[in-house]
């Protein structure tokens, strides 16, 4: 049986990046079977009739594959449910009469756009400066020449799952983002692929990271956060082999020296 | 592979600004946050070892004044003649300092860093689900426990807060400086702190340091709160023992 939950609602509301913002107070009834965005499409069907402005906030696929949404619901970086990202929470998490605030995520690596939209572009550099892998690629290769073993597999993949939402920063008291890089690289570097560019990525990887966000402590709040559920376990494998790019760097192999 | 791009809608603000030139790797290693956990994972652990033999010798005192006498002795002729009185003593000294000294300045530093990270703090309450009392706090028992480590070698190393102090009468210092109740509270508050701080370095140093492995990662938090119990709680227990007289001159 569906049942209506009335619903008090605070939101983060900001005109752009420079606009000082400040909570507003929204009332709404909606059925427990919508999903969290469907009841902020709710509110802002409201606020259009109104002749209001709508909530500006980030969302595409809506089944929690691809990164868009994110919002800290109650304090919690995509709302009350392990392992869900805000698109696949559902109003059956909440009761009737519950308040409920919702803000964007706060870090200065991700400068609001607008109301609960920000813009992570930061991400993009951290990938940009070595979350991939260089081939040449000559004709296609049968499949299953390159032997890889399950549990590095396995391993890679838990990693790979990584959607770039931003929920780690979110939830880190640091707003640090050693979860997402350490994710973007193990998921290369735990493959045979990846080993020919290891150290030379997770140093570039690392210091881009470090010019945009906090460093870790070691909280443990980003992976409870993490709708993939990615383990901190990535995060000592990077350390590791952030240290060992320090003596094993192959970046400058070619060049030699006369003399 | 820097080739310049057009990059679409805005960029990401950097938020610090460190130099990336080639240096030494030592300097290029304490430029980077990764690098600076390492060496507090690397002090830390190495006053881990300070605490936990401080607290080992002190066990002495429950043997009387001449035994932990003759301990407080025995420290000044560590591996002599082959290195001369006070070598081995003053090497500690100056090691212990030199790991004080990184440990502070790498915290200060991560904090600033972390600081810039978010000067925009969430303006409604959070709510943690992982982050532990011991690791939200930190900062404030590392600074307790610094605080009371000067306070530490000021009452029993030189004396000051103590009119009838007698360099090198270690017993007697000790017992009559716990039996002021103000000072074995302070004595008891720094170490319940430091037992804190233990709790969570004692598992942050393992995932600093990149020590992770199914085989062992349940053992970390057993360690770092065993080590904080033991440590501390032996701490704590001797100025009780000195205020309810089983320890007493």
């Not at chain 1, 799952?161 to 979860?179: E, K, Q, R, T, Y």
């Not at chain 2, 309450?125 to 992982?130: G, T």
Request: proline content about 4%.
């Amino acid at each position: 049986m569906t049942k209506m939950l009335n619903l008090k609602l605070k939101v983060w509301r900001q005109d752009g990046p420079d606009d000082a913002g400040h909570f507003e107070d929204y009332s709404t009834t909606v059925a427990d079977d919508a999903s969290f965005l469907e009841m902020l499409d709710y509110v802002n069907e409201q606020l259009i009739a109104d002749n209001r402005e709508p909530i500006a906030f980030d969302h595409d696929c809506r089944e929690g594959i691809c990164g868009s949404c994110g919002l800290m619901i109650n304090g919690q970086a995509h709302g009350p449910q392990k392992g869900t990202a805000t698109c696949q929470l559902h109003m059956r998490k909440f009761n009737d009469g519950d308040h409920i605030t919702i803000e964007p995520w706060r870090a200065a690596a991700f400068p609001i756009i607008k109301d609960l939209a920000v813009n992570r572009a930061a991400f993009d550099r951290i990938i940009e400066s070595g979350g991939y892998i260089t081939v040449n690629t000559g004709a296609a290769q049968d499949a299953n020449e390159t032997p890889v073993p399950k549990e590095a597999a396995d391993a890679a993949m838990d990693a790979a799952a990584c959607i770039g939402c931003g929920a780690c920063v979110a939830a880190c008291p640091n707003s640090a983002a050693n979860l997402f890089t350490s994710a973007k690289i193990q998921h290369l570097n735990l493959l045979p692929q990846g080993q020919a560019e290891r150290f030379g990525r997770t140093k570039a990887m690392v210091e881009t990271m470090e010019d945009y966000f906090g460093s870790c402590t070691n909280y443990g709040e980003c992976q409870e956060a993490c709708p993939k559920e990615i383990s901190v376990d990535f995060i000592a494998m990077m350390n590791r082999d952030y240290a060992k790019s320090m003596i094993v760097n192959r970046r400058r192999l070619g060049e030699r020296k006369v003399g | 592979m820097t080739q310049a791009m057009e990059r679409r809608g805005a960029d990401a603000p950097k938020v610090h600004s460190t130099q990336r030139t080639n240096r030494p790797w030592p300097v290029e290693f304490w430029s980077s946050a990764i690098g600076k956990k390492w060496v507090m994972a690397v002090t830390g652990l190495g006053l881990m070892g300070f605490v936990f033999a401080h607290m080992v010798g002190n066990l002495k005192m429950f043997l009387g004044a001449e035994e932990f006498d003759a301990y407080a002795e025995s420290l000044k002729t560590l591996l002599y003649p082959i290195i001369p009185e006070n070598g081995v003593l003053w090497m500690f000294r100056v090691g212990l300092i030199v790991m004080f000294g990184l440990h502070i300045a790498s915290a200060y530093q991560l904090t600033r860093m972390n600081h810039r990270a978010r000067p925009v703090k969430y303006q409604s309450p959070r709510d943690y689900i992982a982050a532990n009392f011991a690791a939200r706090t930190m900062r404030w028992t590392g600074i307790i426990v610094g605080l009371y480590l000067l306070f530490h070698l000021a009452d029993l190393t030189w004396g000051w807060f103590q009119p009838d102090f007698v360099k090198a009468d270690a017993y007697n210092n000790l017992v009559n400086s716990l039996s002021r109740p103000p000072v074995a509270a302070i004595y008891i508050v720094a170490n319940i702190a430091l037992g804190i701080h233990l709790f969570h370095g004692g598992w942050s140093m393992f995932q600093s340091l990149g020590l992770n492995s199914p085989r062992y990662n349940g053992a970390r938090r057993a360690f770092a709160a065993g080590f904080a119990v033991v440590v501390a709680g032996m701490n704590v227990f001797f100025p009780i023992a000195v205020l309810t007289g089983i320890v007493s001159n």
